[in-house]
Each structure stands twice: as structure tokens, then as C-alpha cells.
């Protein structure tokens, strides 16, 4: 399978390859281009540290970027620790932590356990409390010894729904699929969807508001309207952007809009569409 966006991000995935690290036993892949202030990248269920390749490239030479792929084992908790073990390796003190989506509950629980790592924390797409999530498919299955092509047929069957709907996004999802469907193997993938299923409860943000930016998007299919109000009102951002069409996948679906953000957030000259000025901002 190929088409355009996957051929793009394979000839970003050739020049950046993926780097193997083991922190506290656990085996992390990730990406560490640029210079300067850090921007740190945590992806969700269905990504790679190069699912950002596009903000990636476009950011490089002008803040640093270290972004990360999830191990075969641990969960929430341990990962916390395995994000600062990162950081301390590649000698970064503080980051701009943003996550998306499970990434996005990871980076809260950070905020929490580790605010002074922290310079700003960025949920993106993301949820404050699994309340419920163990009901659902495929987080009601037992994640441990359900069929493999069972858990990856609920993926398939969720961005076939997508496409239906989105005709104009099919490249996205082709480019999705191939990361369920093999590119995030087994192990990696049972674990990510147990991480969430069994995630603790997010402690106090441990960080000011001013501090604190939220993502959300008026189509996202897995985050619905309840619970993007419950995440702005438990970390009362700075700011809080919101994309009127970008689904769950934005930073793929609208990448100028996205990095254009992104500049915003991290103070540099905005190349890409104008957010403006207030708390909250909307394109």
C-alpha cells in the first residue's frame, strides 16, 4: 500500500530514522533533530515518533524536536518516569510536552508527577479520565489474549468509517492503516490500548495555567464534545485552539494549520495560516 502521504513520510522516516533507546527496561524508539528550545511529541494509539513528520520538518531548524514511539511494556505510570529518563539521557532539563490523544493522557500525568520538567504541557485530542473506556470495544476484550487481527479489525472498521465519510482524507487513512496493520507491531499495539484501559487517574495538574494549552477538533469522531469541555475545564488553558474540521488526526489532516500552531506556542515567526490572539482560537 502507498500513495502520496505515505511516500512522503517514508522519505522523511529515510532521512530521520527511527533511534532505539532502553530506559528503565523498557525499549522506546524516537526522533531528535534541531537546536534550541524543546518540543517534545507524544503520539497516540495509532502512531510512531514520525507520525509528526510533518511539523517535525517543518520546525527542525528552528527549535529542537524530540518526539517518541511507545515500548512493548508498561503502562501510564511507568511511562511518566520513561519520558523523564528521556529527557535526562538526551540532556534536555525542560520541554514543551505535547500529547495527542493517549499521549495526550500520559502528558497530563506528567504535568502532575513532573511539573518542573515541564515549560508547557499541550493536550491535544485527548481525555481526562477513562471512566467508562473498559466497557468499549476493543478495550472491553481481553487485551492479553484477543486475536490480533480482532483488535486491528476494530481500528480498520473505525477509519473505513472515516473514509466513508471523508472521502477527501482517504490518503490519511490508507496511511493509518498501514500503522495498525503491522508498521506498530503486536506487542506495542496490545500495549498502547491497555496503557489507556488501565490508566490511573490523572493527579492534580501541577502546572499554571499560562502554562497550559489545549487542542480540540469540532469532527473528532473519539473525542466527543463532553469530554473536550471536561479536558478544558480541569486544565483552565491559556489557550485553547480549536480546528472547526481536522478529526482525530489534525496534525495530519490540517499539517500548515497545525505547525502554524505549534509556532504560536513555541514563540517563532508563524509561516502558516493566523490563529490571532485570543484564549480561545479558531480556524
Not at 473505513?160 to 490518503?171: G, I, K, L, T, V
Not at 490519511?172 to 495498525?180: I, P, W, Y
Not at 489557550?239 to 478529526?247: E, K, N
Request: glycine fraction near 8%.
Amino acid at each position: 500500500m502507498t500513495n502520496a502521504l505515505i511516500a512522503d513520510r517514508d522519505r522523511f522516516s529515510g532521512k530521520h530514522p527511527e533511534q532505539r533507546i532502553v530506559l528503565n527496561g523498557r525499549e522506546w524508539g524516537y526522533l531528535d533533530v534541531g537546536e534550541g528550545p524543546v518540543l517534545l511529541l507524544i503520539p497516540g494509539t495509532l502512531g510512531r515518533c514520525d507520525i509528526f513528520w510533518r511539523q517535525v520538518e517543518s520546525l527542525k531548524d528552528r527549535i529542537r524536536v524530540l518526539a517518541t514511539s511507545y515500548p512493548a511494556n508498561g503502562g501510564v505510570v511507568e511511562w511518566a518516569d520513561d519520558i523523564v529518563a528521556l529527557m535526562d539521557r538526551r540532556n534536555v532539563e525542560t520541554a514543551t510536552i505535547l500529547g495527542t490523544s493517549l499521549g495526550g493522557y500520559l502528558a497530563q500525568y506528567i504535568a502532575g508527577k513532573h511539573p518542573e520538567r515541564m515549560d508547557r504541557l499541550v493536550g491535544a485530542n485527548t481525555l481526562d479520565s477513562i471512566a467508562g473506556h473498559d466497557q468499549r470495544p476493543p478495550y472491553s476484550l481481553d487485551l492479553d489474549t484477543a486475536p490480533i487481527n480482532d483488535l486491528r479489525a476494530g481500528f480498520a472498521n473505525g477509519l473505513e468509517d472515516w473514509r466513508a465519510a471523508h472521502p477527501d482524507q482517504s490518503d490519511l487513512v490508507d496511511l493509518l492503516l498501514m500503522e495498525v496493520g503491522g508498521r506498530i507491531p503486536e506487542l506495542e499495539l496490545r500495549r498502547r490500548l491497555d496503557a489507556l484501559k488501565r490508566a490511573p487517574a490523572l493527579p492534580p495538574v501541577g502546572l499554571a495555567a499560562e502554562r497550559i494549552v489545549t487542542i480540540e477538533a469540532d469532527d473528532d469522531p473519539l473525542i466527543p464534545p463532553a469530554m473536550r469541555a471536561s479536558v478544558r475545564a480541569r486544565l483552565q488553558p491559556k489557550v485553547a485552539y480549536r480546528f472547526l474540521q481536522g478529526g482525530h488526526f489534525p496534525y495530519i489532516a490540517r499539517p500548515k494549520t497545525y505547525t502554524a500552531l505549534l509556532e504560536q506556542v513555541m514563540g517563532l515567526d508563524v509561516t502558516g495560516p493566523e490563529w490571532g490572539t485570543k484564549a480561545e482560537r479558531a480556524l
